[in-house]
């Protein structure tokens, strides 16, 4: 008997071929990945022979005959088993590798991801929109595709980066509640969590509302969705909303990783203490990084995370160990002896920890010195095995600053969306300090992966013409960059906000990937090819000639 494995979109089926049956000799000329056409009789499975792994596995075909429909070549690669490829070569062939089981499932997860989406915003009363592929450069913080224009020599399109200017325009010609799986196209390196060109993102945007609106709108949405494909994970049943300076507080970043439990303090008070003699801390911001139980860890695991911290290009993370000496706290380590008694008790009571824990310490100019306490804070919980696993952990980030002290430039700057609304509207900007204004901004995260950014607009002309006057652009920035929305401002606009969760990243958690490429279809390799297809190309003479362009390439350099 000869027992084949026939495999389609739908899985896999066993097939038996008797030696006696006219259709053996061709199925013993049958290869891997050929494509044939098998006539026979479905039966059960001998007692005995079933496959509960399979769905089929009740079940076999008797084959009767055999057509090959199509040979395949020797494989670049294998359909089964999970050994790694390199990736151009997974890439070139991509039609090969969307047969392995688990990709070929990333990507019908991602189908069924995208039409719940669709259906929980149909019920939540939104309507889908289509918005132009073709349109204006604009500065929205990436390098823009542009597109020569055949028409209008010298003049260019520009693929979209985000719909953000029509959705807007939506709502002041009086639409409400529209959304889209919009495609949008950003000039960037890639990286693993984000994809070279082009991607995807739920695009929502609704008029009259506030900022609590939006998050009521949205959460439901994005918690149910987690819910459906959670695969037993438990989700978050109410968001918390974190401020931004809070977040950069605790956790050192503002997309914060609520699985791992351990809480950044500020102790910049204690060593500024004149009893505190660790001079190297002196002047600067200093957090503390709590690691329970690290007392009973070897030299190793301190000498390991100061040298991760070198790696990061900090001078390394100072730390105590807490012990117990007669019911007292005391610490040990390298700066231990500089810290008194005192000063150690009180970083022990904020930072929450006890004799057997431990205190890592970030040190620095403030922003600094709250991200590598960020980064450490992960690399800590990690190494100690703190974090939950079997979980979605979200989180609102809000109140974001309006602006910021570009240093670069020696002057305030937008800190984040120049078009969202700030807090207090006219008068904060004609009143505050401009680096004291916060902004109705907000961030979704979960699992430590920032979804989606989002506000409420700035949809008053003289509130945004002041806000950019502020950050030293003229309304002749307004005009040239933003002028058709500014011009539809001045025609009577509602207070609209919205948000635009990333499709790519919400697939890619449910997915479990690490990677946005294991649950694209065709995507690009980190130079932003698609060895697939051959792109991009050499446009001929002919094509640069109807468009008026010259090329001016740069010289090859040797290497």
């Known amino acids: 008997m000869l027992f084949i494995d026939l495999r389609d979109h739908y899985g896999l089926t066993q097939c038996v071929v008797d030696p006696d049956s006219a259709a053996f000799p061709l199925a013993e000329k049958l290869r891997s990945e050929w494509v044939a056409r098998f006539d026979g009789v479905v039966r059960h499975r ?21 057509e090959v429909l199509g040979r395949a070549d020797e494989l670049p690669l294998p359909v089964f088993g999970d050994q790694q490829y390199p990736e151009d070569t997974r890439l070139k062939y991509r039609f090969i590798d969307l047969r392995r089981e688990k990709l070929h499932a990333n990507i019908m997860l991602r189908g069924m991801i995208i039409d719940s989406l669709r259906i929980r915003m149909k019920q939540g009363g939104f309507f889908e929109f289509q918005t132009p592929i073709l349109t204006a450069s604009s500065p929205e913080g990436a390098r823009d595709f542009l597109v020569p224009s055949r028409l209008h020599p010298g003049k260019f399109y520009a693929l979209p980066q985000a719909p953000q200017q029509f959705k807007q325009l939506l709502m002041v010609a009086g639409f409400d509640r529209y959304f889209q799986i919009a495609p949008c196209f950003r000039d960037e390196d890639a990286r693993a969590d984000r994809s070279p060109g082009e991607f995807y993102q739920l695009d929502v945007e609704m008029s009259f509302v506030t900022q609590e609106d939006v998050f009521e709108a949205i959460e439901p949405v994005l918690q149910g969705l987690f819910e459906e494909f959670a695969r037993g994970k438990s989700v978050t049943k109410k968001f918390p909303r974190i401020p931004y300076r809070e977040a950069m507080l605790k956790y050192g970043s503002d997309k914060p990783d609520l699985r791992n439990p351990l809480i950044i303090v500020d102790v910049s008070e204690e060593f500024g203490s004149n009893d505190v003699s660790f001079k190297a801390f002196k002047g600067k911001t200093v957090r503390a990084i709590p690691a329970p139980g690290a007392a009973s860890q070897p030299r190793s695991f301190f000498d390991k995370l100061n040298e991760w911290a070198r790696s990061e290009g900090a001078p390394g993370l100072g730390y105590v160990i807490f012990d117990d000496e007669d019911g007292a706290l005391v610490g040990r380590g390298p700066i231990a002896k500089f810290i008194p008694g005192a000063a150690l008790e009180s970083m022990a009571k904020k930072a929450g920890v006890k004799a057997g824990d431990a205190l ?9 010195a709250a991200k590598l306490a ?3 804070r992960l690399r800590v919980g990690t190494e100690l095995n703190v974090s939950k696993t079997e979980v979605f952990e979200f989180c609102w980030i809000v109140d974001f600053p309006m602006y910021e002290w570009n240093e670069d430039e020696k002057k305030v700057d937008f800190s984040h969306n120049p078009f969202s609304m700030p807090q207090g509207g006219m008068e904060a900007l004609e009143g505050s300090d401009p680096l004291s204004i ?3 901004q907000y961030d979704i995260v979960c699992n430590g992966v920032e979804l989606s950014s989002g506000a409420i607009r700035n949809h008053r002309p003289d509130i ?12 002749e920035v307004l005009i040239e960059k933003f002028g058709g929305m500014y011009r539809a401002f001045h025609y009577g606009a509602p207070p609209h906000g919205g948000i635009a969760p990333g499709v790519d990243r919400i697939v890619m958690l449910l997915a479990e990937e690490e990677n946005l490429r294991e649950v694209t279809l065709f995507p690009m390799n980190q130079r932003a ?3 697939l297809m051959g792109a991009p190309s050499e446009a001929t003479l002919r094509q640069l000639r109807e468009l008026h362009i010259r090329l001016n390439l740069p010289e090859k350099t040797s290497t």
């Open 438 to 440: 916060l902004a109705f």
């Open 464 to 475: 945004m013409k002041k806000a950019f006057e502020i950050a030293g652009y003229g309304e």
């Open 374 to 376: 960020g980064s450490a």
């Open 46 to 66: 001998p007692s005995g022979t079933e496959n509960a792994d399979m769905s089929t596995g009740q079940v076999e075909i008797y084959v009767n005959d055999i």
């Open 529 to 531: 090819e698609d060895l």
């Open 360 to 368: 890592f310490f970030s040190a620095g100019e403030e922003l600094a």
